[in-house]
Nanobody, 123 residues
Framework: VQLQASGGGLVQAGGSLRLSCAASGGTFSSYHMGWFRQAPGKEREFVAAIRWSGTITRYADSVKGRFTISRDNAKNTVYLQMNNLKPEDTAAYYC?????????????????WGQGTQVTVSS
């Protein structure tokens, strides 16, 4: 499956953005999907993940209550709604797909990656 992330941009602290990740070339509805982010000089870290059916979601503690992951299997797209953004959310955001048995939070469990979309939050 090929993944294409979009929706990043520059936003002031307290603002919102919605990222999208469109999938092609595979059976999207069979993949668990995740969002990760990587700030300059830092490791890529888990942000959120969603089961293939949409019935289970998982979040990093740093984004709980502010970010929401969702998916539309009919549109082969996963979303990340980001509210109340903070400067520390600034990073390149990557979507990823997994065919593992569980909704994973470790990047090594994801075998399919899109290119990053940059999110910059100004203070």
């Amino acid at each position: 499956v090929q993944l294409q992330a979009s929706g990043g941009g520059l936003v002031q602290a307290g603002g919102s953005l919605r990222l999208s990740c469109a999938a092609s070339g595979g059976t999207f509805s069979s993949y668990h999907m995740g969002w990760f982010r990587q700030a300059p000089g830092k490791e890529r870290e888990f942000v959120a993940a969603i089961r293939w059916s949409g019935t289970i979601t998982r979040y990093a503690d740093s984004v709980k209550g502010r970010f929401t992951i969702s998916r539309d299997n009919a549109k082969n797209t996963v979303y990340l709604q980001m509210n109340n953004l903070k400067p520390e959310d600034t990073a390149a955001y990557y979507c990823a797909g997994s065919k593992g048995a569980r909704v994973a939070t470790e990047k090594y469990e994801y075998g399919y990656w899109g290119q990053g979309t940059q999110v910059t939050v100004s203070s």
